[in-house]
């Protein structure tokens, strides 16, 4: 089981994560991710156990911006196990934290605003406080996507309403990066990957955006080791690339970007 749950997290944090941060890391068994992705011992292991792994071609890449409300286990203090629901980073904090995660797209932060090396400019906070729930996954702002910690570990305590880290995502950033699946930008920039070669026939379709395509094949290296019990939880996989919007919004899903892939669809309770 503690090889099974290492694969799983190195899968969330290169694909979901914000999902920003999300999104996938592996962990060791000292280890804990953004985004989906998001969990701080998990991170602060990735580039040790995979070295050939660039910090670029990680959603988020140290333990500092995964933990997005800074709140998580850090030097050895004890994490509060219920989840934290309030932003405590600054626009200019949040900002920071998208640069290093993107360098090779993002050049700065100025007056609230990220800067894209192209030279687009971004408001990080619309100023529009407080947000309700359907608001907040609707119409969120580049804050609004560290609204929630992903919490680190095991469930401590069942989630409250609305608690749903790394779903709201902003349309403007997310399109920019990856591009539009409406108008085709997406579908321009997939690629095949074998999905676990040797116990099925299966391809799933990823963006070679920021290598996540790449990243997913070095997930699928470490899934294939697993023992045979663990198939039905990968066989068959739930789908990846997919135009679609986020239930009740008109805001793409991470499908729609080719950064998401399901598991487990059918063993899963939710």
Excluded at 7 to 20: C, D, F, K, R, Y
Excluded at 142 to 171: C, I
Excluded at 190 to 197: D, E, G, M, P, S
Excluded at 200 to 215: I, P
Aim: net charge neutral; proline share 6%; with cysteine.
């Amino acid at each position: 089981m503690a090889n099974m749950s290492r694969s799983v997290h190195w899968l969330m944090m290169v694909l979901g994560g914000v999902n920003v941060a999300a999104t996938c890391a592996k962990a060791d068994d000292a280890g804990n991710a953004v985004i989906p992705a998001h969990a701080v011992r998990t991170a602060r292991t990735v580039q040790a156990s995979h070295t050939d792994t660039p910090a670029a071609g990680l959603l988020l890449s140290s333990s500092d911006q995964l933990d997005a409300t800074g709140d998580g286990e850090q030097n050895g203090r004890a994490r509060d196990p219920r989840p934290s629901r309030d932003v405590t980073l600054t626009a200019a904090e949040i900002g920071d934290r998208l640069v290093r995660a993107y360098p090779q797209h993002l050049a700065g932060v100025d007056g609230g605003e990220l800067i894209w090396r192209d030279g687009t400019r971004m408001r990080i906070d619309d100023g529009r406080l407080p947000k309700s729930a359907p608001d907040w996954l609707r119409q969120p702002d580049l804050k609004d996507m560290f609204r929630y910690r992903y919490p680190a570990g095991d469930a401590a305590v069942a989630p409250s309403a609305d608690y749903d880290p790394g779903r709201a995502r902003n349309a403007a950033f997310f399109e920019k990066m990856y591009g539009s699946c409406v108008k085709g930008d997406v579908a321009a920039r997939l690629t095949t990957v074998a999905w676990l070669a040797m116990r099925s026939r299966r391809t799933v379709e990823m963006t070679v955006v920021n290598d996540v395509a790449g990243q997913l094949a070095k997930v699928v290296a470490d899934l294939e080791a697993l023992p045979a019990w663990s198939v039905k939880f990968l066989v068959p996989p739930g789908g990846t690339y997919s135009c679609r919007a986020v239930a009740g919004t008109a805001q793409a899903s991470a499908h729609g970007y080719g950064i998401a892939i399901d598991i487990a669809v059918k063993p899963a309770h939710y």
